[in-house]
Nanobody
Framework: QARLVESGGGSVQPGGTLKLSCKYN?????MAWFRQILGKEREGVAV???????RYIDSVKGRFTISKDNDKFTLDLQMNNLKPEDTAMYYC????????????????????WGQGTQVTVSS
């Protein structure tokens, strides 16, 4: 059974760091991190396709890094210099679309999801 399991969320102060991990058990071309604030739409944050094709939304560029560890079967999101506006539930998701880096902000382009992990940034 295909599964995605996120971990690594927590509470940090502004300027802090967190590393999220998503454990997967199937091969997939495209993986992404999304986040959702209660009452708002889920938004794509970062995507990794193939070996190293990545894209980020502007608000996290230079602060977040998406990567995959093929030995551990994890998709990671290193988050540095966290801001209160980064507070959200974070989800990992996968897609088989070859153009996923162009549509990574659209959650309907992704067909498998994890259960989410909460990130809270507050002083």
């Amino acid at each position: 059974q295909a599964r995605l399991v996120e971990s690594g969320g927590g509470s940090v102060q502004p300027g802090g760091t967190l590393k999220l991990s998503c454990k997967y058990n199937y091969s997939t071309y495209c993986m992404a991190w999304f986040r959702q604030i209660l009452g708002k739409e889920r938004e794509g944050v970062a995507v990794l396709a193939g070996v190293r094709a990545t894209r980020y939304i502007d608000s996290v560029k230079g602060r977040f890094t998406i990567s995959k560890d093929n030995d551990k079967f994890t998709l990671d999101l290193q988050m540095n210099n966290l801001k209160p506006e980064d507070t959200a539930m974070y989800y990992c998701a996968t897609s088989s679309r070859p153009d996923c880096t162009s549509v990574f902000r659209d959650p309907t382009s992704f067909d498998r999801w994890g259960q989410g992990t909460q990130v809270t940034v507050s002083s």
